[in-house]
Antibody
Framework: EVQLLESGGGLVQPGGSLRLSCAASGFTFRSHDMSWVRQAPGKGLEWVSSISDRGDRTHYANSVKGRFTISRDNSKNTLFLQMNSLRAEDTAVYYC??????WGLGALVTVSS | QSVLTQPPSASGTPGQRVTISCSGGSSNIGSHSVNWFQHLPGTAPKLLIYTNNQRPSGVPDRFSGSKSGTSASLAISGLQSEDEADYYCATWDDSLNGHVFGTGTKVTVL
């Protein structure tokens, strides 16, 4: 069974940093492109960032470019999202996604003072 | 503000057919295939349609997708109460150099 389990969410002050992790199991992680997608309270889904199966190609939404970094460790079946210079508008549930047929349950990130 | 526009809401009675549109442009829908997702609050979104009109295994054939030019559509026939959810289209955008989701449509079963 395909499983994606996000961790690392929480409350952080504006300007702070947080690192999300996504532990993948039940499939060959290194063979799949992965993404982070978020949903702010009361808003729709927003794509955040993607990484290729080997980790050699990354893409970012303009709203997070220069502040967020996506990475992966294929030896540990884990996807990461390093989030720096966090803003209130980054408050959202962050989903780890295997393109595009498997989603985690999400990790809540709250940016507030 | 997304580059993919969907109606904010759609509704129907049980058994009816509901259609949701997704309007884009030449840099997104006009050049790339479209996926559709169903999202119930508090749960993980679910892939409903991929590559414009393909259904993953386990998705009922009541759900169908189509694409024409710079627009795509999702149709739900034989509407059921469990279809009450938010629906999103998504594709790649060449101008943004990234994936984009539609604005989302809330489907209500009357």
């Amino acid at each position: 069974e395909v499983q994606l389990l996000e961790s690392g969410g929480g409350l952080v002050q504006p300007g702070g940093s947080l690192r999300l992790s996504c532990a993948a199991s039940g499939f060959t992680f290194r063979s799949h492109d992965m993404s982070w997608v978020r949903q702010a309270p009361g808003k729709g889904l927003e794509w955040v960032s993607s990484i290729s199966d080997r980790g050699d190609r990354t893409h970012y939404a303009n709203s997070v470019k220069g502040r967020f970094t996506i990475s992966r460790d294929n030896s540990k079946n884990t996807l990461f999202l390093q989030m720096n210079s966090l803003r209130a508008e980054d408050t959202a549930v962050y989903y780890c996604v295997r393109h595009w047929d498997a989603w985690g349950l999400g990790a809540l990130v709250t940016v507030s003072s | 503000q997304s580059v993919l526009t969907q109606p904010p809401s759609a509704s129907g009675t049980p058994g009816q057919r509901v259609t949701i549109s997704c309007s884009g442009g030449s840099s997104n829908i006009g050049s790339h295939s479209v996926n559709w997702f169903q999202h119930l609050p508090g749960t993980a979104p679910k892939l409903l349609i991929y590559t414009n009109n393909q259904r993953p295994s386990g998705v009922p054939d009541r759900f169908s997708g189509s694409k024409s030019g710079t627009s795509a559509s999702l149709a739900i026939s034989g509407l059921q109460s469990e279809d009450e959810a938010d629906y999103y289209c998504a594709t790649w955008d060449d101008s943004l150099n990234g994936h984009v989701f539609g604005t989302g449509t809330k489907v209500t079963v009357l």
